[in-house]
């Protein structure tokens, strides 16, 4: 893997990596490696505001893009997304986002028979957290969208209760559905 990045600064930041696997790269043995004969590219860019203005403490805008290949250069995955989070002066923290999955050819399910065409499908999410600062705290995360296997959507909450500054308790329940499950 190779990578660029700026994370410092006041108002810009971003990141560009790649990453390889040639052919006969196999330590799936161990079981952590789902693919090998694959090329990653991903990039993104963030624009924020680190410094309170009006209501809010802290801003960002995030544009992100990624791509992969195998080594025959069937495209396999392309996707952007937008996403922008609001700190407000509550200590509150709220995001919302965009995404887009453009359609690619899979080349596993077949298992070498030949190349499978995926829909393009769009993706959105949208959450709220609340001030992290206070012993109980707890947010609201909803996701809609539609991905491989056809549409879905989920909502889940959590919920963090600090006993003591090193011991705490988290509830994350979660809903999903899905449509269209091939």
């Given at each position: 893997e190779m990578r660029l990045s700026k994370r410092g600064g006041d108002h810009i930041g971003g990141d560009i990596r790649y990453e390889g696997l040639s052919r006969d790269f196999a330590i799936n043995d161990l079981g952590f490696l789902r693919r090998s004969n694959i090329h990653n590219l991903r990039g993104g860019i963030n624009v924020r505001g680190n410094n309170p203005w009006r209501f809010t403490r802290r801003r960002g805008l995030n544009f992100n893009t990624s791509a992969s290949w195998n080594l025959d250069g069937d495209k396999l995955r392309q996707n952007f997304n937008a996403n922008a989070n609001t700190q407000l002066m509550s200590w509150w923290w709220t995001n919302i986002g965009y995404g887009r999955n453009l359609s690619v050819l899979d080349d596993v399910?077949?298992?070498?028979?030949?190349?499978?065409?995926?829909?393009?499908?769009?993706?959105?999410?949208?959450?709220?957290?609340?001030?992290?600062?206070?012993?109980?705290?707890?947010?609201?995360?909803?996701?809609?969208?539609?991905?491989?296997?056809?549409?879905f959507r989920s909502v889940s909450l959590n919920t963090r209760i600090r006993i003591k500054d090193n011991i705490e308790i988290r509830i994350q329940p979660r809903y999903s559905q899905s449509r269209g499950v091939s």
């Open positions: 399910e077949t298992r070498d028979n030949g190349l499978l065409r995926l829909p393009a499908n769009n993706f959105y999410w949208w959450g709220i957290d609340s001030d992290f600062r206070k012993n109980v705290s707890g947010g609201l995360f909803l996701n809609i969208g539609g991905d491989r296997d056809g549409d």
